[in-house]
């Protein structure tokens, strides 16, 4: 079993900036990646970044120049960071991973609304 928790959701005015974190139960070491998918309100969830094991970035394109995945394998935790919001990155962020053995993990989700 492997839990996933995301925090650093949050109100911010269009422009502002977010740090999201995701801390796992168990070692992120041997995870091939993690990523963060996100899901606003009647709309389908979508990936919005993976990062690999050896530190490979994706993104999806409308975050691309904004979004920043990043791993801390020390402290189990993958961390977006998000500048420059705008309203329609307001969503249910979600931290996701493959874990050996235990296979499709997600967390609770973390919201995040920018608005002014």
């Known amino acids: 079993q492997v839990q996933l928790v995301e925090s650093g959701g949050g109100l911010v005015q269009p422009g502002g900036s977010l740090r999201l974190s995701c801390a796992a139960s168990?070692?992120?070491?041997?995870?091939?990646?993690m990523d963060w998918y996100r899901q606003a309100p009647g709309e389908q969830r979508e990936l919005v970044a993976r990062?690999?094991?050896?530190?490979?970035?994706n993104y999806a394109d409308s975050v691309k120049g904004r979004f920043t995945i990043s791993r801390d394998n020390a402290k189990n935790t993958v961390y977006l960071q998000m500048n420059s919001l705008k309203p329609e990155d307001t969503a249910d962020y979600y931290c996701h991973t493959w874990a050996p053995g235990v296979g499709d993990c997600w967390g609770q989700g973390t919201q995040v609304t920018v608005s002014s």
């Open positions: 990062i690999t094991s050896i530190g490979t970035t």
């Open positions: 168990r070692s992120i070491f041997s995870f091939n990646h």
